[in-house]
């Protein structure tokens, strides 16, 4: 199925199009691409995460924070979070939880808030989902804990998880 497209005219900066263009280059794509990646980025999430109120952090702010932790805490920690925030900001933005809104909530949040490398397969019965992150062990732990909790309070489902030092395997049913 193609899209439909149409053809806009704007102006903008000139210290924005030779920074547009420079990433477009090291990107290797056009200019056009670019253009369209930070438009959908922005209609599809940004102006959610702005709404609903989020705060983005630096990856070392939040491995320092899991770090003065123990692992009772970092679990409570995360199954609150998990609890509570996805839920709402998956029924915000699709207005229904179902496996793949959960599964579209949990993409998009760990390309954007930065938590690891997230890659996602999904067929007729079984939605999976691996991350692959630099906070090590209690990176690991809070990251279970927390899509554990997702699925939970969203679905109402139970999702098999693995972890190692620095990644999370999570599987749960349609």
């Known amino acids: 199925m193609t899209k439909k497209t149409s053809t806009i005219t704007f102006r903008i900066d000139e210290n924005y199009e030779k920074g547009l263009r420079k990433e477009a280059e090291e990107k290797r794509i056009s200019l056009n691409t670019l253009a369209n990646q930070i438009f959908g980025d922005h209609v599809e999430l940004e102006q959610f995460m702005q709404k609903f109120g989020m705060v983005e952090m630096s990856k070392g702010a939040f491995k320092e924070i899991l770090d003065s932790l123990d692992e009772k805490n970092i679990i409570n920690l995360a199954k609150s979070i998990g609890t509570k925030e996805p839920r709402d900001f998956i029924l915000f933005k ?48 809070f990251l279970k804990a927390f899509l554990e909790a997702i699925v939970q309070s969203t679905l109402e489902k139970e999702a098999d998880v693995t972890i190692t030092e620095n990644s999370v395997s999570l599987m749960f049913s349609n």
């Open 94 to 141: 699709w207005k229904k939880l179902t496996p793949d809104s959960v599964s579209e909530f949990i993409k998009i949040y760990f390309e954007h808030c930065g938590y690891g490398m997230c890659d996602m397969q999904r067929d007729e019965s079984n939605n999976a989902v691996s991350i692959h992150h630099s906070f090590g062990k209690k990176g690991s732990i």
